[in-house]
């Protein structure tokens, strides 16, 4: 089977959609929220939890904001693209379906070296681990592998398997690319040929100023504190929804608040306002809520409760 | 007899697990094999990324069959201690014998075990390994409750003999034993069915897996040493990565890249770390210029491009690795170069303890007491007070930040490149060691005061706060930084009192509880210098036991008098002597302090002994004063002979109260003078 190369940044994307989408997976779409990685989506975290099986894949933008280089770094950003599958319970044959995946954007395996170097994962924030690899693809990192062990606190029973493409990066290096914004973003040749550079150059410097520079931490700093309480108000509410008189726990809600949170105390972090000491204390804070967040989720039908 | 092959199948087993748990697999196997009986000839294990292999040849066929006789009770014993009895036997009471003992009639049980088939034995032991196994970190998977290291696959377990194998039969969490084993994971995964241990490891080769670690090991070193040597290079020597490589290829391939003319110019330990801990490459030098010119990475495949993609894509990697290096080490230069006031500006932001403030603090208090502590060791006050206001400044550089390891020598590089003297780079380098018993110990002046200072300042600030270490807990390294302070000490020769020292650290330590904690150090240490715990002790209890060097002189040279056969009569004679005037002035309720007198001495041993220490006093006061513990020990070793002698010829008791009251006074003047020495009380022996 020869497999023809991508040609652009969104070929790649579309045929991981396509092959995800042909071995079961339900495709989602970005979650409406700034998050700093696609585990934060919903979708993962909380769908990591309780006994329901579930497989999705998507798209998340991610933002980073002390990764922010202007856009003049080779390949960092403040924001870029993860493509995140998870599927549980882990099926017994992933590590095979993730090299197929590989396959289908053009790796060839008869000439790659492909390798699966162990990394345990830890998210302080989300309250979340996990064991597996990176993979490593000619020495250079392409995927996270992680079998999720824990997340908000609970043990994962089934297992989830997380899988995580950094996706400018593989997208850089399988159609051989060296600097980010020189990567074709739609098909060369479009009438309109579009290079990463038209899409995001701009919005890479615009961001970086303001996340550097600009942001008002004053105001940061309260949406932060708004935020903390509104989710532990939210999952503080009956369970009994008067107006309905049905058992609404409002999982979801609250974890846009802890997502919210936790996005904001990036913010603070790329303004350079917080101590060493501080930093402990705040990614605690955002833990609690992602606890709290899963303590409710798991209470719910979605989450395995009996309904 | 048979030979068993175990073999379990996983997903990729992270290589630092991989030796640690072969040894286990073998251990825990055998130990169960054994215990119920089944004993072998021999045994041995294999790891790869993805499986975990045991091989145990000369396994008895069956578990030979027991009989065991236990005595019960009396017939006539209260029921309890028959049930008792019954349940530990694990027997009914019509099972048991009665037979007639001397004290009556009375129980006995005899339990027989028939033999069990090795199978039968094998499949539980391997089960409860499997179960049971003590990985450091294990996972679940799936919906299974099985923990191993990462998913679990396949089991091959069989019982091989001449008339051919049998599968072990048993199953876990839904994987069932069997026969079957997989090749590499591309270049040959099909399944294939193994016989015995020879066929296995001959198929695995066919099918592109090296089973043996130091096989692979071996493989991928000669052939990275050719490749370098065959263009007159060298490889630099790095077991640790040559482990780790051989544990993440089954089928390890050699392939030697360039490094880019832009990055040659970086230090050689730049080179070395960033491959090393990004890609994990070997470095490759130019023995003529010392520079890392080229890389050496393992592919786990051959390609049919020999590896021509593979390559390429490393060394793609590695340039955008080293562009950061290199974009750390230009703007670590241009900080450097104006006098590394940015870098030492930004300590003052970072909290070394809640308790104990910012860095920049710390090392305000670091140089003033390397200032205070540079004349003990030699070293110009300036230039060490200097040395240690910059030692940690690289803390802040982007290069250390990256590659914490680095810290030190970065500065080193960077002190040299600002233009400074020499030892403050060398000081920023060494002031961290000695890290451990066998680092070496800075000897330079300058590096020493630092180092001194910094060890001194960590210890006296937790003592401070009363963080000190608890049982196995020491979590700043304070055990390690108390036997730092104390090997720079003696191996400078440095001559202070440390209590003083502590004083000049940070305020409010417990100085008399913090010499204890480096008292308790140096007794370990000593320890390991065949010191035993008594001599050190009996060195203990002199005065100015703070100043380390003259405390370690002197027990060095009772060590060695202890071990002479002078050392060992002359003891003897002062445990006798002193245990004479301890039951005596008990008695008496007095004490023997007075001067005794040779006038009434009346047998010739009474008046040699005098003679003897009337000599001798003199020169072991003298050797004290001049600290020359040898001397003082041979002019002990003198008084052996007349106080054996004294002991064997006199009667201290006498009848007359005067010639009794004289020698306990001459006994009590031996002790005095040995107390010079050490205190003898506390030597065993």
Request: aromatic share 8%.
């Amino acid at each position: 089977m020869t497999i023809t190369k991508p040609t652009c940044f969104q070929e790649i994307i579309l045929r991981l959609q396509n092959y995800w989408a042909e071995h079961g997976c339900a495709i989602m779409q970005p979650y409406d929220m700034e998050v700093g990685a696609g585990t934060f989506h919903p979708a993962t975290t909380l769908r990591a939890l309780g006994s329901k099986p579930w497989a999705a894949a998507y798209v998340q933008p991610s933002r980073r904001p002390t990764d922010g280089r202007y856009g003049e770094n080779p390949n960092r950003l403040q924001h870029y693209y993860q493509y995140q599958v998870l599927i549980k319970p882990s099926p017994p044959q992933l590590q095979e379906l993730y090299l197929g995946s590989l396959e289908a954007i053009g790796i060839d395996m008869e000439l790659h070296d492909i390798r699966f170097v162990e990394d345990d994962w830890e998210s302080p924030t989300l309250g979340a681990w996990g064991l597996g690899w990176e993979v490593w693809c000619d020495g250079m990192e392409v995927s996270q592998f992680t079998y999720f062990q824990q997340v908000g606190g609970h043990d994962c029973k089934p297992v989830s398997g997380e899988l995580t493409y950094g996706l400018e990066r593989l997208a850089m290096y399988v159609l051989g690319v060296d600097h980010v914004m020189d990567m074709p973003f739609n098909a060369p040749g479009s009438a309109i040929e579009l290079k990463y550079r038209d899409v995001f150059q701009q919005t890479e410097q615009e961001y970086s100023r303001w996340n550097f520079d600009i942001a008002d931490t004053d105001t940061l700093l309260q949406h932060f504190k708004d935020a903390e309480a509104e989710c532990e108000r939210i999952l503080a509410a009956p369970h009994d929804d008067p107006k309905t008189g049905k058992k609404i726990i409002m999982a979801h809600p609250a974890y846009d608040q802890c997502i919210k949170a936790s996005h904001l105390f990036n913010l603070l972090d790329a303004r350079g306002v917080i101590s060493v000491t501080e930093r402990q204390a705040y990614i605690g804070r955002v833990r609690n809520l992602a606890k709290a967040c899963a303590d409710a989720f798991v209470q719910t039908e979605a989450g395995g409760a009996a309904a | 007899m048979a030979d068993l092959l175990l073999e379990l199948f996983s997903e990729e087993i992270p290589a630092g697990m991989q030796k640690r748990a072969s040894a286990d697999l073998q251990k825990i196997v055998t130990n169960g094999l054994v215990e119920a009986g089944l004993t072998y000839a021999s045994a041995g294990t294999f790891a790869t990324p993805r499986r975990l292999c045991l091989t145990i040849d000369g396994l008895l066929s069956e578990s030979p069959a027991v009989r065991e006789e236990r005595k019960g009770p009396r017939v006539d014993a209260p029921e309890q201690a028959l049930n008792g009895f019954l349940r530990g036997a694990g027997l009914t009471k019509d099972q048991l014998e009665v037979r007639d003992d001397k004290k009556g009639q009375t129980y006995y049980a005899v339990i027989e075990k028939a033999g069990r088939p090795a199978a039968e034995i094998v499949a539980e032991v391997v089960t409860d390994a499997i179960r049971n196994f003590p990985w450091p970190k294990s996972m679940r998977w799936g919906a299974g409750g099985l923990r191993w290291v990462r998913p679990l696959h396949s089991i091959l377990c069989i019982l091989s003999a001449e008339d051919g194998a049998e599968v072990v039969d048993f199953e876990i969490d839904g994987i069932e034993s069997a026969n079957l084993t997989a090749g590499h994971r591309f270049m040959a995964p099909e399944w294939f069915s193994v016989n015995n241990f020879e066929q296995y490891q001959v198929e695995l080769k066919k099918a592109f897996v090296v089973l043996d670690a130091q096989e692979r090991a071996d493989h991928i070193w000669e052939d990275a040493k050719n490749m370098a040597f065959a263009q007159g290079l060298e490889l630099v020597e790095d077991a640790g990565l040559l482990a780790e490589v051989a544990g993440l290829v089954e089928w390890p391939v050699v392939l030697m890249g360039d490094i880019a003319d832009d990055f040659l110019n970086l230090p050689p330990e730049v080179l070395i770390t960033s491959m090393k801990e990004h890609q994990k490459f070997f470095s490759v030098k130019n023995p003529k210029t010392g520079r890392i010119e080229k890389f050496v990475t393992v592919a786990n495949r051959t390609t049919k491009d020999n590896g021509a993609t593979i390559l390429a894509g490393n060394q793609k990697v590695l340039f955008a690795r080293l562009s950061d290096a290199k974009f750390f080490w230009e703007n670590d230069l241009r900080i450097a170069k104006a006098g590394m006031g940015e870098w030492t500006d930004k300590l003052q932001n970072v909290t070394f303890h809640n308790k104990l403030g910012t860095q920049a603090e710390r090392i305000d208090r670091i140089a003033a007491l390397a200032g205070e502590i540079a004349p003990l060791v030699g070293a110009d006050v300036a230039l060490a007070t200097k040395a240690a206001k910059l030692a940690k400044a690289d803390l802040s550089s982007e290069m250390v930040g990256e590659f914490a390891k680095l810290q030190g020598l970065m500065g080193r590089y960077y002190a040299a490149e600002a233009g400074l003297p020499a030892e403050v780079g060398a000081a920023s380098q060494e002031h961290y060691s000695p890290l451990g018993p066998t680092d070496v110990v800075p000897t330079a002046p300058v590096s020493a005061a630092v180092a001194m200072a910094d060890k001194i300042d960590t210890l006296t600030g937790f003592w401070a706060i009363d963080e000190k270490p608890t049982g196995s807990k020491d979590p700043f390294a304070l055990r390690r930084a108390a036997l730092g302070v104390i090997r720079l000490v003696l191996e400078n020769d440095v001559r202070a009192n440390a209590t003083a020292l502590f004083a000049k650290g940070y305020d409010g330590a417990d100085a008399g509880d913090l010499l204890g904690f480096f008292h308790d150090r140096l007794k370990v240490y000593l320890k390991d210098a065949g010191i035993s715990h008594d001599v050190i002790d009996a060195c203990l209890a002199m005065p100015n036991n703070d100043d380390f060097t003259l405390l370690v002189k002197r027990a060095k040279a009772l060590q060695t008098f202890r071990n002479s056969d002078d050392g060992e009569n002359l003891l003897q004679g002062f445990k006798r002597a002193n245990n004479i005037l301890i039951a005596e002035e008990k008695k008496d309720g007095v004490s023997y302090e007075g001067t005794p007198e040779v006038k009434f001495a009346e047998e010739d041993a009474e008046r040699e002994l005098f003679a003897a220490l009337d000599a001798n006093e003199g020169k072991i006061t003298d050797a004290i004063a001049n600290e020359d513990f040898a001397s003082a020990m041979s002019a002990l070793a003198a008084l052996r002979g007349p106080i054996d002698a004294f002991f064997e010829n006199v009667q201290v008791n006498a009848d007359a109260q005067v010639v009794r009251r004289n020698r306990l006074c001459l006994l009590n003047r031996i002790r005095a003078t040995m107390a010079a020495v050490s205190d003898f009380t506390l030597i065993e022996g």
